[in-house]
């Protein structure tokens, strides 16, 4: 059964998320989670991340969709799976972006966002990696460290719409 991504007003998303141990990322339990954040990504046509609180589990995780990548034209490793991610570096150089989330339908607005940032994380086996990014990763790793400490994009987003349902089916 597929995970159902939570709504603005769900309690997980206002809480700091619990860090994984490392002995736990290959129990039954993570691996699961891992896969059914994945299928609940998928099955939205805009979705570029999706953090564990947004499935109403308060663990310090996020999954990144390979459509993500593609998007950037990403040549280095990819990793779709980030445990106990930590921001290591933020350039000084910020950006107005333009940001949406699963979990704020219907609302859209612009984040001032770090153009480059280097994030350390576990994957999906429990190893750590360091990677840095720009632009859309970028944007995507500050986006959802941010749910793992209990911060909706709303809380520092200027300029706030709606946009109609079409818009983010589409999208």
Known sequence: MTKRIVQKEHRALRKIARAIDPKEISTTKIQKMIVEMTVALEKEPDGVALAAPQIGESLRLFIVSPMAYEAMNFSGKKKLVFINPVILKRSKDKKLVEEGCLSVRPL????????????????????????????????????????????????????????????????
Not at 120 to 147: C, N, P, V, W
Request: proline residues 2%; charged residues 35%; aromatic residues 10%.
């Open 108 to 171: 859209y607005g612009k984040v001032r966002r770090s153009s480059r940032v280097t994030i350390e994380a576990y994957d999906e086996r429990g190893e750590k990696f360091i990677m840095e990014s720009t632009g859309l990763l970028a944007q995507i790793f500050q986006h959802e460290t941010d749910h793992l400490e209990g911060v909706l994009f709303t809380d520092k987003a200027k300029e706030l719409m709606e946009m109609p349902k079409e818009f983010y089916e589409k999208h």
